[in-house]
């Protein structure tokens, strides 16, 4: 990476480009006074984009370029995201070729902060199954699953109902 001056002028900037890198352009120039003034009380990530985009300009001698490129995904990432035309359920946008649900689990963690049956969607090769006991169940499958874990509740609640019994 180039160091900056403390004193940013565009000719001193100038001064501090290396042998092997193009001449900039007076823009490229002001454009990199203006991005060493912008670094001033911002968070260190900003800090490092604004470093990365300056070595780009560097080595390419033009900001032009760069500054569409930056503006183009800037533009990308703001704009509208095409839902999923194959299943309502699916999360993902744009073009994609997995199909994922959200992922849902029960609302309480176990001790150690893990997910408690987590269970969700996907649909890879146009066949939908449900993840649940990590496991790609058919939905006929997960259905099966599903009663065993409701009578198990049952049976816990059971265990709760004794517990309550035999208190005291
Ligand atoms: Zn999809």
Redesign the pocket.
Known sequence: MNAFPSNMTAASIEACRRADQPPLTPGSLRVLVMMQEMKVGQDEHYVAFLDLLASHIWEAGDATEILAQVEGIIREARAPKAP?T??AW?V?TDE?FG?YSECIEAPSPDQFGNPVLPAGLTDFRGTTTVGLLDLDLTPAEARVRIAELRTHLDNVEALVTAAEASAG
């Open positions: 999923c194959v299943h699916c993902e994609h199909h």
